[in-house]
């Protein structure tokens, strides 16, 4: 799934993908509307999550041998950015991680210091095997919803991006250069 490069690492390159993704997201004022309701349906489903995903975190990451955030490749994809201009709210200032196998610099003293909502989903998504532990051996109704939940974001995340391709992709087809 991932390179061995890090996407939009250089500062210029990271500013070349936010200006195409402005531009289209003004370029098409009235077909985004579905883009972001889609994204802000992602942001609630996220902060849904939010809390459940803050309890596993913090009953596994402090005794981790070999925590995520000093070593996992973790970057902003395609999709992420994605839902970020669909939102119109901040914008990262750029990669967790600008050269692979450093820690993320957005890891603070006591876990991320971005909102749910601000991280790659990647950081989200992964579940490792304690915190799945936890989940499986837990009759919370909340921890039991969590992995449904986030299947249910995974499926938004892709219909975000096939609906931003459509929008761009139907415009170009329509006016070939």
């Not at 970057?75 to 991680?97: E, G, I, N, S, T």
């Not at 820690?103 to 210091?113: E, N, T």
């Not at 986030?150 to 459509?166: G, N, P, V, Y």
């Amino acid at each position: 799934m991932f390179s061995a490069d890090i996407l939009w690492r250089e500062p210029s390159s990271w500013r070349e993908v936010h200006t195409a993704l402005d531009y289209h997201m003004r370029r098409y004022p009235t077909e985004n509307a579905a883009l972001v309701s889609l994204a802000e349906a992602i942001a609630g489903n996220l902060q849904v999550v939010d809390p459940v995903m803050e309890q596993l975190c913090a009953a596994t990451c402090p005794s981790c041998p070999d925590p995520c955030c000093l070593h996992a490749d973790v970057r902003y994809d395609f999709r992420d950015l994605v839902f970020f201009h669909c939102r119109q709210k901040a914008l990262p200032l750029h990669q967790p991680r600008l050269h692979t196998g450093q820690p993320c610099l957005f890891l603070a003293r006591h876990g991320c210091g971005l909102p749910r909502t601000l991280r790659p989903f990647l950081c989200t998504w992964y579940l490792c095997p304690q915190q799945m532990e936890i989940i499986q051996n837990t009759s919370s109704r909340d921890m039991s919803r969590v992995l449904q939940i986030l299947r249910s974001i995974q499926q938004q995340r892709k219909d975000l991006e096939d609906a931003f391709m459509h929008m761009v992709l139907a415009d170009e087809n329509q006016y070939p250069s």
